[in-house]
């Protein structure tokens, strides 16, 4: 497993932090098809990965690959723009390097978005699920290796690994914008298949809501660095087996659909937050 040392971290986030100059209250990661909330940033400034010392490029459609720093609903975000995945062939310290480099810029809350599969046969597509918990799949941890205790525990609690406080405040701006929240477990795979018909019925006997192949590592790492954590899906189709075929521009197009209540959702969420 190819790992990231400290010095590098910090080489990038210098890199980062010239650029994006002012203190952060928020973190974001925008998942596939969810990439649109950063258009919504005023005064921003985008940094594609490209240019940061030491950081994996994104390579999947839908998926742009940048920082992006501004402000919504005037609080201060940090957002990546297209995230990097397991399947794309890159070890998992660098899948959760995004996370480290905001750590590393200040940001102490951060919310993670996906498109997932339902497994549980009460969600439709279009659906959103607040993430209550995960279930990692992946066969692989991103805080295996060497341990730098100046990133946290070797031994990260995961009891409280989504923060109940900030799935509180969802749920009520849910509410308030009359936007139906789904609540459920999230199990992460590596992709890049869809499951089979047989694995999802798996992941549902084992108490899975939806699937995907992201989030996991990263929520891993941002609690071993102390942030808070929500995480939010869209629901973009039902797992293999339980309606047709599955197809990429399917997860896309639901993504598009739901486009505009899902940034509505995130910027209530924001502004609650930042009214703490
Ligand atoms: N499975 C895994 N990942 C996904 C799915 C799915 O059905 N939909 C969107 N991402």
């Not at 998992?92 to 940001?107: C, K």
């Not at 609690?157 to 749920?171: I, K, N």
């Not at 087996?241 to 598009?256: C, D, F, N, T, W």
Request: net charge negative; charged share 15%; aromatic share 6%.
């Amino acid at each position: 497993m190819s790992q990231i040392t400290p010095q590098e971290i910090e080489g990038a986030a210098n890199f980062l932090r010239a650029k994006v100059n002012f203190p952060l209250q928020l973190g974001i990661i925008l998942g596939s098809g969810l990439s649109g909330l950063a258009d919504r940033a005023e005064k921003s400034i985008a940094v594609p990965y490209g240019t940061i010392p030491h950081f994996p490029q994104s390579t999947v459609e839908g998926h742009s690959g940048k920082f992006v720093g501004g402000f919504i609903e005037e609080t201060s975000v940090l957002m990546m723009q297209g995230r990097v995945h397991f399947y794309e062939g890159y070890a998992m310290p660098q899948v959760a390097m995004g996370v480290r480099l905001m750590a590393a810029l200040g940001v102490r809350t951060l919310i993670v978005t996906n498109a997932a599969g339902a497994v549980n046969p009460n969600f439709t597509p279009g659906d959103f699920m607040l993430i209550q918990d995960h279930l990692n799949f992946m066969g692989v941890n991103p805080l295996i290796g060497k341990h730098y205790s100046e990133w946290g525990e070797r031994f990260v609690d995961q009891s409280d690994t989504y923060t109940p406080e900030l799935m509180a405040r969802a749920r009520g701006v849910g509410k308030a914008l009359n936007v139906t929240l789904r609540e459920g477990v999230y199990a992460a795979l590596t992709g890049p298949t869809y499951e089979t018909p047989a694995e999802i019925r798996m992941l549902r006997t084992l108490g899975a809501d939806a699937c995907g192949m992201s989030t996991v590592p990263e929520v891993i790492v941002a609690r071993q660095c102390g942030m808070r954590v929500l995480g939010l899906s869209i629901i973009t189709n039902m797992g293999a087996g339980m309606a047709s075929p599955l197809h990429h521009s399917e997860v896309v197009e639901i993504a598009e659909k739901r486009k505009v209540d899902f940034q509505n959702l995130l910027s209530g969420i924001i502004k609650s937050i930042n009214a703490e």
